[in-house]
């Protein structure tokens, strides 16, 4: 860090990010060189053949060049490697021996060109070995000059070109950063960045239709991605780095911390027992929440029989299941839902599976077996369910009723009021209701199915006020202060271990960014130990590397600049590295705080935190506060811990009070059956 600056731009890569890529080449080379060394000299007068002559020149300069390649690799991996993220100085010639190194390839296209005819035309009666090695060294070159042009285009930074006109050196610190100049040039970057991001995302979504709702959503998230790391410049690599050593750390703490952090009852009940009534209904609902997703769900859940299942009621007319069903897309979603509910054709009311950018799918049906009309919302699973999660700007969502602000996640508000118009307007709850008026409504869903439960349940609350609402792994991002407190009358949220979701947030992405600064900022070692030593300890496990966690040994002024970004234009007027001279620095975000809805159901593993494959895991639930969760846990199970098997999983386990395998490869398929 930062970004180093070569050909007259900047990269997407620092001056010690060579250091892994640039030892694998120089193995790759050293093995190149032993065996053109070994042919050499084993047929070292003896190329008798019609181009021998030839092949003996072009072995000759081959082992010269490879031996000037070898040469630079080694200096570019030494040089790279020395100094620290913070400290650059010592590797000030790695864009003299990139020069270098880049000049090479020349030579080494030529030659290999060189190869290429010397194969077609003067290879006859030459020894198969020497062909083949002379074949193997030119689609070896050809292969590293691939290699060589796909790195440029990953490493390639859309904004490299943009460069600070006058030297920073004349400023004493960016509080002498505030003339016209500067905040025309700032917003020129940022307003560039966010263009960058859009063709980005459109090129990534080229599929999908481009109608209004879908360029306000790639504007709206260019806006909130290209804005995050802007300010720091920050390579790829520094942020890994950030995050091995943040993982490390929050490891060390938590085997510190009191294992009785959580507290021991609801927030809105003191009764133990409710605990466990809750993780009944709740086990129950989550079934419903995993059918929502259909048949890939169900096939990844099931991959040796989920196929068998499904394939003769798959090949029905769906034009059959829509008269008796309302909805669309039937067939392999409707009978994966089938097996999984266990229920009868008849218990559904409507289903639609109908997908677009702020409209997710969902189901009602009849559960007799807790007498509930119940509606289950399906979670992300397209690339249009991405931008509505995406979309995470606030917008107004008005309650009667409660007092205080009332705003809520766009995208998710959004489909809320698009399924609560299909429930109330199309007369799809009024219909479930005139078959069992005496049922109660419950409304389920998982990931962002969980977060348009819960304001969809926001919004019918008043109508149906008995109504409950269980959310798995909702998003921490969802409502404002008031309505999460509205919400804990009706609405319990399930969260699972370290899973990122229900921590994902703007203020908590804030105090992440925040985080990493002051790791990579403050840690002595080297990029490259800190990246390896972090995956191994990803991978195996082991000790935490023994860090500073303190600013202790800098002084406030130097910790008020960007890490040494200052030639970077983006980082100029920045408050991330403001707030890292302080732990007690709050982190000044433009965005409104959201929270996670209604009451928190908080399950952990039981035991050590490091288990082998097939180990046996038990949990425990415990009612948990918001407070809880106002930061990203760094783990291997930050993802893991999302997904919905998972969840139904820890669920089984505790209300049938048995253990279950750690690999989700060993999950019973029973679980997505009927329970």
């Given at each position: 860090m930062p970004g180093m600056v070569v050909f007259g731009r900047r990269w997407g890569i620092a001056s010690d990010d060579l250091v892994l890529p640039g030892a694998f080449e120089l193995f790759i080379r050293v093995l190149w060189w032993i065996g053109i060394l070994t042919l050499y000299a084993t047929r070292k007068g003896k190329f008798d053949c019609h181009g021998g002559a030839l092949l003996h020149s072009y072995l000759i300069v081959l082992l010269v060049l490879l031996a000037f390649i070898i040469l630079t690799l080694c200096a570019i991996v030494y040089v790279s490697a020395q100094g620290t993220i913070m400290n650059p100085g010592p590797r000030r010639s790695v864009p003299a021996l990139v020069y270098l190194r880049a000049l090479l390839y020349i030579p080494e296209l030529v030659w290999a060109c060189l190869g290429a005819v010397w194969v077609s035309d003067d290879s006859g009666g030459c020894e198969p070995a020497e062909v083949g090695i002379v074949l193997g060294t030119v689609v070896a070159s050809w292969i590293i000059l691939l290699s060589m042009f796909v790195g440029v285009l990953i490493v390639f930074d859309p904004l490299g070109s943009l460069r600070w006109p006058v030297p920073i050196g004349q400023y004493s610190g960016l509080r002498d950063l505030e003339s016209?100049?500067?905040?025309?040039?700032?917003?020129?970057?940022?307003?560039?960045?966010?263009?960058?991001?859009?063709?980005?995302?459109r090129l990534l979504c080229c599929c999908l239709p481009q109608d209004d709702n879908h360029r306000a959503a790639f504007s709206s998230i260019a806006q909130l991605v290209s804005g995050f790391f802007s300010d720091t410049d920050l390579v790829p690599s520094d942020i890994a780095a950030g995050l091995a050593l943040l993982h490390q750390e929050q490891d060390k703490v938590e085997q510190c911390k009191d294992p009785?952090?959580?507290?021991?009852?609801?927030?809105?009940?003191?009764?133990r027992e409710d605990l466990e009534i809750e993780l009944e209904k709740a086990a129950h609902c989550m079934q419903f929440a995993v059918?929502?997703?259909?048949?890939?769900?169900?096939?990844?859940?099931?991959?040796?029989?989920g196929l068998c299942k499904l394939?003769?009621?798959?090949?029905?007319?769906?034009?059959?299941?829509?008269d008796l069903v309302g909805g669309d897309n039937l067939g392999c979603n409707f009978n994966s839902i089938l097996h999984v509910t266990g229920l009868q054709y008849r218990d559904f009311i409507h289903i639609s599976f109908h997908n677009q950018i702020y409209e997710i799918p969902f189901f009602v049906a009849l559960d007799h077996k807790r007498e509930a009309v119940l509606v289950a919302v399906r979670g992300t699973l397209s690339l249009k369910d991405a931008l509505t999660d995406l979309s995470a700007e606030c917008e107004n969502l008005p309650v009667e009723g409660v007092s205080g602000a009332c705003y809520a996640h766009k995208g998710i508000s959004q489909a809320a009021n698009y399924i609560y118009k299909k429930l109330v307007n199309d007369g799809i709850l009024s219909q479930a209701f005139s078959i069992a008026p005496e049922y109660r409504l419950v409304i389920t869903g998982h990931s962002l199915g969980a977060g348009t439960a819960s304001l969809l349940a926001v919004l019918l609350r008043s109508t149906y006020p008995t109504l409950q609402c269980y959310a798995f792994s909702p998003p921490g991002g969802l409502m404002s202060k008031a309505l999460a407190e509205y919400s804990k009358q009706f609405v319990v949220s399930v969260v699972l271990g370290k899973d990122l979701v229900p921590r994902l947030s703007i203020p908590n992405m804030e105090d992440l960014k925040r985080r990493i600064l002051k790791m990579v900022s403050n840690c002595s070692k080297p990029k490259y130990k800190i990246l390896l030593h972090g995956c191994w300890y990803e991978v195996f496990g082991g000790t935490p590397d023994d860090f500073p966690t303190e600013m202790e040994n800098r002084r406030e002024e130097e910790l008020s600049q960007p890490l040494l970004g200052g030639g970077s234009l983006l980082v100029q007027g920045s408050t991330s590295y403001q707030s890292l001279s302080s732990d007690d620095s709050p982190t000044h975000s433009t965005h409104l705080p959201l929270y996670l809805p209604g009451r928190i159901m908080y399950i952990t593993e039981d035991g050590p935190?490091?288990?082998?494959c097939f180990s046996q895991v038990r949990y425990r639930a415990e009612w948990s506060s918001e407070m809880a969760f106002r930061s990203v846990l760094i783990s291997p199970r930050m993802i893991a811990d999302h997904m919905p098997d998972v969840v139904l999983r820890a669920l089984h386990s505790l209300t049938s009070d048995r253990p279950f395998s750690l690999c989700p490869s060993s999950l019973s398929n029973s679980h997505l059956n009927v329970i």
């Amino acid at each position: 860090m930062p970004g180093m600056v070569v050909f007259g731009r900047r990269w997407g890569i620092a001056s010690d990010d060579l250091v892994l890529p640039g030892a694998f080449e120089l193995f790759i080379r050293v093995l190149w060189w032993i065996g053109i060394l070994t042919l050499y000299a084993t047929r070292k007068g003896k190329f008798d053949c019609h181009g021998g002559a030839l092949l003996h020149s072009y072995l000759i300069v081959l082992l010269v060049l490879l031996a000037f390649i070898i040469l630079t690799l080694c200096a570019i991996v030494y040089v790279s490697a020395q100094g620290t993220i913070m400290n650059p100085g010592p590797r000030r010639s790695v864009p003299a021996l990139v020069y270098l190194r880049a000049l090479l390839y020349i030579p080494e296209l030529v030659w290999a060109c060189l190869g290429a005819v010397w194969v077609s035309d003067d290879s006859g009666g030459c020894e198969p070995a020497e062909v083949g090695i002379v074949l193997g060294t030119v689609v070896a070159s050809w292969i590293i000059l691939l290699s060589m042009f796909v790195g440029v285009l990953i490493v390639f930074d859309p904004l490299g070109s943009l460069r600070w006109p006058v030297p920073i050196g004349q400023y004493s610190g960016l509080r002498d950063l505030e003339s016209s100049e500067s905040s025309q040039l700032f917003y020129s970057a940022r307003s560039l960045a966010v263009r960058v991001w859009e063709s980005r995302l459109r090129l990534l979504c080229c599929c999908l239709p481009q109608d209004d709702n879908h360029r306000a959503a790639f504007s709206s998230i260019a806006q909130l991605v290209s804005g995050f790391f802007s300010d720091t410049d920050l390579v790829p690599s520094d942020i890994a780095a950030g995050l091995a050593l943040l993982h490390q750390e929050q490891d060390k703490v938590e085997q510190c911390k009191d294992p009785d952090d959580v507290i021991p009852h609801s927030p809105s009940s003191p009764i133990r027992e409710d605990l466990e009534i809750e993780l009944e209904k709740a086990a129950h609902c989550m079934q419903f929440a995993v059918a929502a997703y259909g048949w890939p769900l169900y096939v990844y859940s099931n991959p040796f029989t989920g196929l068998c299942k499904l394939s003769g009621d798959c090949c029905r007319n769906p034009r059959a299941e829509y008269d008796l069903v309302g909805g669309d897309n039937l067939g392999c979603n409707f009978n994966s839902i089938l097996h999984v509910t266990g229920l009868q054709y008849r218990d559904f009311i409507h289903i639609s599976f109908h997908n677009q950018i702020y409209e997710i799918p969902f189901f009602v049906a009849l559960d007799h077996k807790r007498e509930a009309v119940l509606v289950a919302v399906r979670g992300t699973l397209s690339l249009k369910d991405a931008l509505t999660d995406l979309s995470a700007e606030c917008e107004n969502l008005p309650v009667e009723g409660v007092s205080g602000a009332c705003y809520a996640h766009k995208g998710i508000s959004q489909a809320a009021n698009y399924i609560y118009k299909k429930l109330v307007n199309d007369g799809i709850l009024s219909q479930a209701f005139s078959i069992a008026p005496e049922y109660r409504l419950v409304i389920t869903g998982h990931s962002l199915g969980a977060g348009t439960a819960s304001l969809l349940a926001v919004l019918l609350r008043s109508t149906y006020p008995t109504l409950q609402c269980y959310a798995f792994s909702p998003p921490g991002g969802l409502m404002s202060k008031a309505l999460a407190e509205y919400s804990k009358q009706f609405v319990v949220s399930v969260v699972l271990g370290k899973d990122l979701v229900p921590r994902l947030s703007i203020p908590n992405m804030e105090d992440l960014k925040r985080r990493i600064l002051k790791m990579v900022s403050n840690c002595s070692k080297p990029k490259y130990k800190i990246l390896l030593h972090g995956c191994w300890y990803e991978v195996f496990g082991g000790t935490p590397d023994d860090f500073p966690t303190e600013m202790e040994n800098r002084r406030e002024e130097e910790l008020s600049q960007p890490l040494l970004g200052g030639g970077s234009l983006l980082v100029q007027g920045s408050t991330s590295y403001q707030s890292l001279s302080s732990d007690d620095s709050p982190t000044h975000s433009t965005h409104l705080p959201l929270y996670l809805p209604g009451r928190i159901m908080y399950i952990t593993e039981d035991g050590p935190t490091r288990r082998h494959c097939f180990s046996q895991v038990r949990y425990r639930a415990e009612w948990s506060s918001e407070m809880a969760f106002r930061s990203v846990l760094i783990s291997p199970r930050m993802i893991a811990d999302h997904m919905p098997d998972v969840v139904l999983r820890a669920l089984h386990s505790l209300t049938s009070d048995r253990p279950f395998s750690l690999c989700p490869s060993s999950l019973s398929n029973s679980h997505l059956n009927v329970i």
